[in-house]
């Protein structure tokens, strides 16, 4: 394969969680460009139709479907709209999540179960679902969770927040080895702290510059960081690789501090 076309994703159909802002929407707009038809799906559908006509106007392909990772008919009812309107699903980017910054005595019950319901639950249900279509379809494909180096490392005020995204290292781990007989990999992103319009302010301030000092690369990372490696996990380029999960952190995961 030339190396121009390794990463490219020209008849692809790409579905996106959480599209409706921040990296989801990143996302979104890179494997549109790479040259994916894409499907992006959240709860706001307001801010999807917006997402779609951007990337439509760049020319991209884009299609908006609304979806709550949390209720597993909604996500077949998604799937089978996914389907009919752009084809069979071949790479799943499970991005979808939550968090709740309190410290470990303050955290509800609910607010345990919003954030693993979503983070690590919805995760599992539409990775499953879509799994599934892939292998009736024969296709193969590729699924890409969205974990976070604090499933790995702690992290203060986070607990239901680093559960989640413990487990959901675990899950690509599970997916990968029992889909690799049917040609789907699954592998998972972890990011460090990457600015978005979520976090802009937080990061400029007094928490942002202690942070900072934890970081052996000295900055924060941007979403334009990720891309990288999202092209190289949905394409062909990493037609061998499964069960891997990626820190994107600038050497935080490795460092002690």
């Known amino acids: ?55 439509e106007d760049f020319g991209g392909k884009a299609d908006a479907f609304e979806l709550d990772v949390g209720n597993a008919s909604a996500i077949a009812a998604c799937l089978d709209g996914v389907i009919d309107t752009c084809g069979a699903v071949s790479v799943l980017v499970n991005n979808a999540g939550t968090a709740k910054a309190k410290p470990f005595f303050d955290h509800t019950e609910a607010d345990y179960d919003d954030v693993v319901n979503v983070n690590l639950k919805g995760a599992w249900l539409v990775g499953q679902e879509t799994a599934r279509r892939m292998a009736a379809a024969k296709l193969g494909g590729s699924i890409i969770n969205i974990a976070s180096i604090i499933g790995e490392r702690q992290g203060k005020n986070t607990a239901p927040y680093a559960i989640s995204k413990a487990g959901l290292i675990q899950a690509t781990k599970v997916m990968a080895l029992e889909l690799a007989r049917y040609q789907i990999r699954c592998n998972a992103i972890l990011p460090g702290y990457v600015i978005t319009d979520l976090n802009r302010d937080n990061l400029a301030g007094d928490a942002g510059e202690k942070l900072l000092k934890r970081i052996p690369s000295q900055r924060f990372g941007t979403p334009e960081d990720l891309d990288g490696t999202l092209l190289l996990l949905a394409s062909e380029a990493s037609k061998h690789i499964t069960g891997a999960t990626i820190a994107i952190d600038g050497g935080h995961l490795v460092s002690s501090l």
């Open 1 to 55: 394969m030339a190396i121009e076309k390794m990463f490219r994703l020209d008849g692809k159909v790409a579905l996106i969680t959480g599209a409706s802002s921040g990296l989801g929407a990143h996302f979104a707009r890179t494997l549109a460009r790479a040259g994916a038809r894409v499907a992006v799906a959240a709860r706001r559908v307001d801010r999807l139709n917006a997402l779609v006509a951007e990337i």
